[in-house]
């Protein structure tokens, strides 16, 4: 003999996900978001050579992201070289973002 069912079925307040989200939402709200002052970037360093440095280390990033690939097989050497394309084309990102400040130089 089937089992009555409830029409529409109840439903279960007890979802994990549902909580989880929850809980984080609370968290996040509660608690404010204090930047750690360890490592500081000077107020008074210009755009060009902010995006100068991030452009150096973002060409060191690929390069060692490159190097390290040759370590590896399968899909661990895909993940690598897949890593080092997203480097090297913020890497253009930036250099182009320096040449619109300068288009000259």
């Known amino acids: 003999m089937p089992k009555p069912s409830p029409n529409p079925p109840e439903s279960n307040s007890e979802n ?8 984080l939402a609370i968290l996040k709200s509660s608690t404010p978001h204090n930047p750690s002052s360890m490592f500081l970037i000077a107020p008074d360093i210009s755009t060009e050579d902010l995006l100068a440095h991030a452009c150096e280390s973002l060409a060191s990033a690929s390069i060692m992201a490159t190097d390290f690939a040759t370590f590896v097989d399968g899909p ?3 993940m690598l070289l897949g890593i080092q394309q997203v480097i090297m084309l913020a890497d253009l990102a930036v250099n182009r973002a320096l040449d619109n400040l300068d288009p000259q130089g």
């Open 16 to 23: 994990p996900a549902s909580n989880l989200h929850l809980k």
């Open 76 to 78: 661990q050497r895909s």
